[in-house]
């Protein structure tokens, strides 16, 4: 008990809510509020008997899924492509992301540092299907389009995460260095980058399991992978055969979010 009330007498009284936060807050409510009320959202059609019983019917459509030997095998055809897209294209991105996050933390100077955050917004601000639709007509239709365009805004995202990264680093160790005659390559090397490594392997992973799912959608527009083969199917209302990919697709996520957990366990321990 007396620890207790010891512990009470150490804490520090609670910092007070300042009043540009209690306005931010009530800014927030209101944009909310603002949208709902200005978009003629119609909750009620759902729930209708013939909105149910179309939905029903569609759902109908999907079973059961198809299983053949054949088609299965075209399945895992499509999945290794779709888990090859995104591996090389995170792979890319993380190596351009490193290489360009550098100068963007503000270790070249100022202009630097505006410059390649001013790329980085621009290549991270334009979704995967609008860079795959553009380099679809300079790649042609299959997968290299689409691995284009998901290191392209993975680059960009990776790139600013990346930088933030580098310039949060606690500068100790490599100032350190830098005193004792070392390189600032080497400072970098030896101290920012070994301090950063968990951080940049975690938003890569974290990444990756983005583009995953974003390779399973570019398929849609030509890229390659289980999202053409879904397009496919349901452009010819083949919806069983579109359930095995549609199954496919999640099983993959499935995987690659598990794996994913288990390496980062791995770089905690």
Same mark, same amino acid.
């Given at each position: ?94 190596? #351009?992301?490193?290489?360009?996050? #550098? ?167």
């Amino acid at each position: 008990m007396k620890s207790e009330l010891k512990a009470e007498r150490i804490l520090p009284p609670a910092p007070r809510m300042h009043w540009s936060s209690v306005l931010l807050l009530i800014g927030l409510v209101a944009l909310v509020v603002a949208s709902f009320a200005t978009l003629p959202l119609k909750w009620h059609d759902f729930f209708t008997a013939t909105a149910i019983q179309s939905t029903r019917e569609f759902l109908h459509g999907f079973m059961p899924p198809e299983l053949r030997p054949v088609f299965l095998h075209k399945i895992a055809i499509a999945t290794f492509e779709t888990f090859a897209m995104s591996a090389i294209g995170t792979l890319i991105a993380a190596v #351009l992301g490193v290489l360009l996050g #550098l100068p963007a933390s503000g270790r070249f100077g100022l202009t630097a540092r505006l410059a390649t955050r001013g790329v980085l917004n621009v290549l991270r601000s334009i979704p995967e299907l609008v860079w795959a639709s553009v380099l679809l007509i300079a790649a042609g239709l299959g997968p290299f389009a689409g691995t284009l365009a998901l290191a392209l805004h993975t680059f960009g995202v990776l790139g600013r995460l990346f930088a933030d990264a580098f310039e949060n680093c606690p500068p100790q160790a490599a100032s350190t260095l830098r005193i004792n005659g070392a390189h600032p390559v080497a400072a970098f090397f030896y101290a920012t980058l070994p301090q950063s490594s968990p951080q940049l392997m975690s938003y890569t992973l974290y990444r990756w399991e983005n583009n995953i799912r974003a390779a399973a959608i570019l398929g849609v527009v030509g890229a390659g992978g289980l999202g053409q083969m879904l397009k496919y199917h349901l452009s010819l209302f083949q919806m069983q055969q579109a359930a095995s990919v549609i199954i496919a697709m999640i099983l993959m996520v499935g995987v690659v979010d598990g794996l994913s957990y288990l390496l980062r366990r791995m770089m905690t321990r």
